[in-house]
């Protein structure tokens, strides 16, 4: 994927991650569409993006938002952004997207803030299916949340998920799901959930809010 480096975008200093945004030029707020993916740049928060997403009929979703303010900060950053939200104010967001997917959500959340995360969920009217232990890059512990808001179809037995990389666990729980179905993740990124979607023949929406790291979903639905 390529390491990311600082460099100047339109007078703003952003970081670049390898060639994927000179390949696949990806604007803000102009819809992608790409072999039967959509995916848009901006952030949840923005009311726009919001009533985009209501536009698709959105079987299940695989996210991983900001864990924490830091995270909220550094994301914003790296995006040549000075504004950004609130953690709690993202957060909210982020659920009242998700109370719109028909079937089951998974989010990965780090421990800080897991308990209030579920608390959250509860209180939106959701159910918290599961809580499983994975890690991130290998290394960190964290959570996989899997809630509902509507109607739970996904069974995943404990020793399918628990202490996975997240870098696999896209595939594992997207290889549960009927095919074809239309995949969320409301926070893209570089595109994991995007390309595995792809690869099992889901068709995927997704929101991000940094062109450069949106431009790798699009190159890897590509092709």
């Avoid at 994927?20 to 949840?44: K, L, R, T, W």
């Avoid at 099992?200 to 929101?207: D, I, Y």
Wanted: glycine share 8%.
């Amino acid at each position: 994927m390529g390491r990311a480096i600082k460099t100047i975008h339109k007078g703003r200093e952003v970081w670049r991650y390898g060639d994927a945004f000179e390949q696949y030029p990806v604007e803000e707020d102009v819809p992608i569409e790409v072999n039967g993916h959509h995916m848009m740049c901006g952030s949840i928060t923005d009311l726009n993006i919001r009533q985009w997403l209501t536009g698709f009929n959105i079987d299940y979703a695989y996210v991983d938002p900001p864990w924490n303010q830091g995270n909220i900060s550094s994301f914003y950053t790296k995006a040549g952004m000075e504004d950004r939200p609130e953690f709690w104010n993202f957060i909210d967001h982020l659920i009242s997207v998700l109370k719109n997917v028909r079937y089951d959500c998974f989010i990965e959340m780090g421990d800080e803030h897991i308990e209030a995360f579920k608390t959250s969920i509860e209180q939106s009217g959701g159910r918290v299916i599961n809580d499983w232990r994975i890690y991130y890059y290998k290394t960190r512990p964290c959570r996989l949340v899997q809630a509902t808001w509507n109607e739970s179809k996904v069974l995943l037995e404990d020793s399918e998920i628990v202490d996975q990389d997240d870098e696999k666990t896209p595939m594992i729980v997207l290889s549960k799901l009927p095919e074809p179905s239309v995949i969320l993740d409301a926070c893209t990124g570089l595109g994991l959930t995007a390309t595995t979607a792809h690869e099992l023949g889901h068709r995927f929406v997704g929101v991000e809010l940094n062109p450069r790291r949106l431009a790798h979903a699009v190159k890897g639905v590509s092709k």
